[in-house]
Structure formats: structure tokens, C-alpha cells
């Protein structure tokens, strides 16, 4: 097409995330490089400000030449530069570091996934970016994808199963991954396609839902939901919050559908072929409701969506809540207005939010709870926004 994105390659997933820095969103599509399709290699599209894109991937390094079945921007350090986290399919996973300007007046990135930690060969999915602990950096999830119905029973019955389980990777700090999945309690069987993550309970820890299956109608195996207790390990609520759908799940969604204060789930549920439809499902949250603030950011100088921004908030109690302005995970879309939990906390700290462009931060004290805000990049101060709640 006129816009440079019209090239036939097959490919189920794309990124959106500012790469360079110059305030317009780019585009990395993953491709399936296979035995089948021949050399796909996977692309980076430059925004070129004008409606047009073109296609840098070799130029800056992102040399991708496998099946590529998921990828992630993030930001590993803390540098400002988005990282790109790539899924691939019975080969390793990869995470590339965004290295900035090089010398030559382009720009690079680096693929540092054994440094890392994180250079798993498995048979996986949906990855993503995410600060499960709430300790200020990004962590990073990679869904498992291959298991059979025998598996998920022998899992149920607890009896050892062949699939493959998901890796939870704690960031140290320091470039290095820790691989916590065991002690998060996460060696679990998830056939994982549709996906996403948001707060269940509002306790202000990310919580994650799983939608299973592959084009194969015997591949019926329930759809599964995931509590994060305190940023430490997480529990199974499959059937405690009714998600255990046996339709495969092919995209999710947590939002605050109703404006009532808690988080609502929109699942994309059915098979491949005709004779395997499903009607979605909306679930409306109806738990308690605690202490909340949401926050839709605009960007001036930063890209108009906001996409990579930072915000922190910071309760009276002492404790943290942080959020990465993007849509969540790679095979689901979550809206990019952020919405925090704060359990019973009764009053906020500050706010404090990082522009990616501009590298401005903005911080608000004092903060009022159960409350709706915008703020633009060039604002001095929040805007209260009335979204009125509704009843279904």
C-alpha cells in the first residue's frame, strides 16, 4: 500500500513502540521464517512522518530470521530506549537491546539474550514486558504454546506432564534476568494463544489471564486466570472467578468497561475454522471495589499515544504501584488509558510520570483517590474527567 506496509509475509503479530525516540510510532513486524513459507525476515518500520514507513530491521541490526510467534517493547535498563523481546516457535527466544546512535549516524540494537538469561530454546508464544513486583523495572513474561489434552489433566491430577510451562523472568537490575518461574508457581500447563494481563482485585499487582488451544479441534482445554499475591508468587482463580472457558481463547482485554472502579475482561473466544465458533464474553468484575485512580496520558513532543511513558504512584502507606503506558500483551489489546489498583489505601503520595521523547518527568502531590485524570505532556497540572459508570 501507500504507506509501505503492504508486504505479503506470514505473520499474526506486530509492535508498536517509538524506537528512535523522535516522538512518531514505529513498527516491528514478526515474520514465519519456516521450511513451508521459505526466508521471511521480520521488520522494523522507520515512521517517516509523512504516512509513510520503510523498513530499517537490517540497518539497525535486527537481523530476525526465524518463526516468529511474538514480540514486546520494553525497556530493560531504564535508558529511555525501547527493548524488543521476540517469541519464537522451537527456537531460542531473543532479547534485543535498543543500543541508541551508532557511530556511523544509524542506529543500533543488540541481541543480548544470553547475557541476559533469557535465551530459553522452548516452544512459546506471547511475550511481555511487565513489572510484576512493582519494584520499578520491567520483568519479562514468555507464554509456553504445545502441549496436549493429557497434559492439562495430568497437571490437574497432579502427575508429571511432557508440555512445555511458561518462564518468569525477574529483572536484577543489573542486565541479568533470574528465571523464577518455579517459585512463582508458574510450572504450569498453558497452551497459550490469546493472552493479557491487568488487576483482577485491585491490590495494584498485575495479574494475568490465559486463552488456550491451537486450530486442532481436539486441543479443548480450559482457559485459565492467574492472581499475583503481593509480587511473590501467583495463584490459580480459574474457577473461583469463572474464567475456565473451554472455547479457545484468541484475544483478551482488562479494562474498566463500566467506570465502576474495578477491572472487566473481554475475551475473543473460538477456533480457526468455521465449525469451531464462539460467541465473546464480556466478564464484569463483580468484586469488591477498593481504592483506584486511573490515568490517560497525550503526548506533545512524545508520540500523541503515549505508548512507553512511565508512571509511578506512590501511596501515603510507603508502597509503589508502577505502569508502562502500552496495551498489553502480544496477542491482546488492553486500552492504553492506565488504571491502578491501590487497595484500601486512602490517600496518594504523588504521581510522577517519564515522557520517552522529551525526557520530561511531571510530578502532582496529593493526589484525590477514585478518580479519573488526563494530562497532556505539556500540562501543568492533572484534569478530572467525569466517566460516568453504567449498569449492564
Known amino acids: 500500500g501507500s504507506a509501505g506496509l503492504g508486504q505479503e509475509h506470514p505473520s499474526h503479530m506486530m509492535a508498536w513502540g517509538d524506537f528512535d525516540g523522535d516522538g512518531w510510532l514505529d513498527l516491528f ?6 521450511t513451508e513459507s521459505g526466508f521471511r525476515p521480520s521488520q522494523l518500520f522507520h515512521n517517516q512522518r509523512d504516512g509513510t514507513f520503510v523498513d530499517v530491521a537490517e540497518d539497525v541490526g535486527l537481523r530476525i530470521r526465524s518463526f516468529v510467534k511474538g514480540a514486546h517493547w520494553g525497556d530493560i535498563d531504564l535508558d529511555g530506549r525501547p527493548d524488543l523481546m521476540i517469541s519464537n516457535l522451537s527456537e531460542p527466544n531473543m532479547l534485543w537491546h535498543n543500543q541508541g546512535p551508532a557511530e556511523d549516524g544509524g542506529w543500533r540494537f543488540v541481541d543480548v539474550s544470553s547475557t541476559a538469561g533469557v535465551r530459553d530454546f522452548m516452544e512459546s508464544f506471547p511475550p511481555w514486558f511487565w513489572d510484576y513486583d512493582n519494584d520499578g523495572d520491567d520483568d519479562i513474561f514468555v507464554n509456553a504454546w504445545r502441549a496436549s489434552t493429557g497434559d492439562v489433566a495430568a497437571e490437574y491430577m497432579g502427575r ?3 508440555a512445555e510451562h511458561p518462564r518468569l523472568y525477574r529483572n536484577r537490575g543489573d542486565g541479568v534476568f533470574d528465571d523464577v518461574t518455579v517459585s512463582a508457581g508458574l510450572t504450569k500447563v498453558m497452551y497459550t494463544m490469546g493472552t493479557n494481563f491487568g488487576d483482577l482485585d485491585g491490590d495494584g499487582f498485575l495479574d494475568f489471564y490465559v486463552g488456550t488451544g491451537d486450530p486442532d479441534f481436539r486441543a479443548m482445554m480450559p482457559n485459565r486466570m492467574f492472581r499475583n499475591v503481593a509480587g511473590e508468587r501467583f495463584e490459580e482463580v480459574t474457577v473461583a472467578g469463572g474464567f475456565g472457558h473451554l472455547a479457545k481463547g484468541h484475544g483478551a482485554a482488562f479494562g474498566d ?5 474495578d477491572q472487566d475482561v473481554y475475551i475473543v473466544l473460538g477456533g480457526a475454522y468455521e465449525g469451531d465458533v464462539f460467541r465473546n464474553v464480556l466478564l464484569e468484575n463483580t468484586g469488591p471495589v477498593r481504592r ?9 513532543q512524545s508520540n500523541r499515544s503515549a505508548i512507553g511513558a512511565r508512571i509511578h504512584v506512590r501511596l501515603k502507606e510507603g508502597r509503589s504501584v508502577h505502569r508502562t503506558v502500552n496495551s498489553g500483551g502480544s496477542f491482546g489489546a488492553s486500552p492504553l488509558r492506565q488504571w491502578f489498583g491501590l487497595g484500601d489505601a486512602d490517600a496518594i503520595d504523588f504521581v510522577e510520570v517519564w515522557w520517552p521523547t522529551s525526557g520530561v518527568r511531571q510530578r502532582f ?3 484525590a483517590v477514585d478518580q479519573h485524570y488526563m494530562l497532556r505532556e505539556d500540562a501543568d497540572a492533572l484534569m478530572a474527567r467525569e466517566l460516568p459508570s453504567f449498569k449492564f
Not at 257 to 261: E, I, M, P, S
Not at 292 to 300: F, I, N
Request: hydrophobic share 35%; glycine share 12%; proline share 4%.
Open 257 to 261: 468497561v463500566d467506570h465502576d472502579g
Open 160 to 162: 508429571p506432564f511432557r
Open 292 to 300: 483506584w485512580v486511573s490515568l490517560e496520558l497525550e503526548g506533545v
Open 365 to 367: 502531590e496529593d493526589v
Open 29 to 34: 513486524v514478526g515474520n514465519e521464517t519456516s
